[in-house]
């Protein structure tokens, strides 16, 4: 939501010139602006493509002659991440982490999807602060996870929140703005990624055109509605199907499955779930007996492996079992050979065996 007429048009160029590979989008640079408002200089912190977003428009600032980056520089961490490749591409200096010589340089510094701790000294260097980008609505899921864990609790409404760096801890500094977002319904965790990431890029850009007047109405978070979002660890894939309904495992698979593959266990071996296709409703030859939760049934009809859980079945394309297998791979080289087909939870003691065992 763009606050005034001006900050709309200079996201309009931005924009057009992303859309046409421009790189000015015209117009007179009129009188020097005083200290008080832009042109910044900046001084960038980034590492993934969810910053790159941000850096692409700051690029494209940058290059106008309108005026709200006068310059801008980058900091990034070692390995050929996203943002050090846009930034050696489109040939802006980079620095390494942490950054020296950065007294009197910079107005403002902007932190996107870092990673890292900024300490007191640095952040002091800085006559604005250092602003950051952050994929939620703060104070709800602060932490590196937000998205995962916005996907994975079912939440249906999320957004952006820039806010001001404070030391010592991540994410509980003023919050100088914020915007909404509708979670599509069964969106992925790289789907609402990449719209927040738009999204913020757009918001940054309007918080930087007024910032002065944004800091002077910053609003300080509370604790009232603070959530954690802490890292996506690889035993969170470990299914439990005694516990878990479809619409979690759904979840769950939605928000970690770019990242890694939910797995069980299959006669004392890991086996990795891939291709989920959601509920499923099937019928059993005998309606009488309850299947075990880890039940499988092979749906020949759909080609699909239907696994028993806690409230229903959910269905599987594809499994890994040293090698990819289509379900009907599966049922004729695995689970007709057996008059019990059961996928084991990690809460047996040869799940938890085989957890400690695998690889992650």
């Known amino acids: ?173 003023p919050i100088l703005n914020q915007e909404g977002h509708q979670v599509p319904e069964d969106c992925t965790a790289d789907e609402l990624g990449s719209a927040l990431a738009t999204k913020g890029a757009h918001l940054l850009i309007d918080t930087l055109m007024t910032l002065p007047e944004r800091m002077g109405n910053k609003k300080e978070q509370g604790q009232t509605g603070a959530t954690f979002a802490p890292k996506i660890n690889t035993s969170m894939s470990w299914m439990v199907w005694e516990e878990q309904t479809c619409d979690q495992i759904s979840r769950l698979y939605r928000a970690i499955g770019s990242l890694t593959h939910l797995r069980t266990i299959w006669m004392g071996r890991t086996v990795k779930l891939l291709n989920f296709v959601g509920k499923c409703h099937i019928s059993l030859s005998d309606e009488r007996r309850k299947p075990l939760p880890g039940s499988v049934s092979y749906q020949r009809e759909s080609n699909t492996l239907a696994v028993c859980c806690k409230d229903g079945w959910v269905g599987f394309k594809e499994v890994l079992l040293k090698k990819r297998l289509t379900a009907a791979d599966f049922y004729n080289g695995y689970l007709h050979q057996t008059d019990r087909g059961l996928f084991v939870s990690k809460t047996t003691s040869e799940a938890r065996q085989m957890r400690e065992n695998s690889s992650l």
């Not at 490749?85 to 403002?108: K, Y």
């Open 1 to 173: 939501m763009w606050t005034n007429n001006r900050t709309a048009g200079v996201c309009l160029r931005v924009l057009h010139c992303l859309q046409t590979g421009c790189r000015t989008w015209g117009g007179v640079r009129g009188a020097h602006l005083s200290s008080s408002g832009p042109p910044w200089r900046l001084l960038f912190f980034g590492s993934d493509n969810f910053a790159v977003e941000s850096l692409k428009l700051l690029t494209v600032s940058r290059s106008s002659t309108d005026g709200l980056v006068e310059s801008l520089e980058v900091v990034t961490l070692s390995g050929h991440v996203p943002v050090k490749r846009f930034a050696l591409e489109n040939q802006l200096p980079t620095h390494s982490w942490p950054p020296d010589n950065v007294d009197g340089r910079f107005d403002i510094g902007v932190v996107v999807s870092f990673g890292c701790l900024l300490p007191e000294r640095l952040i002091n260097k800085f006559p604005y602060g250092i602003l950051n980008v952050h994929p939620s609505l703060l104070p709800r899921w602060r932490g590196p996870a937000p998205i995962f864990h916005t996907i994975l609790h079912g939440d249906t409404v999320t957004g952006v929140t820039i806010m001001q760096i404070r030391p010592k801890r991540f994410d509980v500094g």
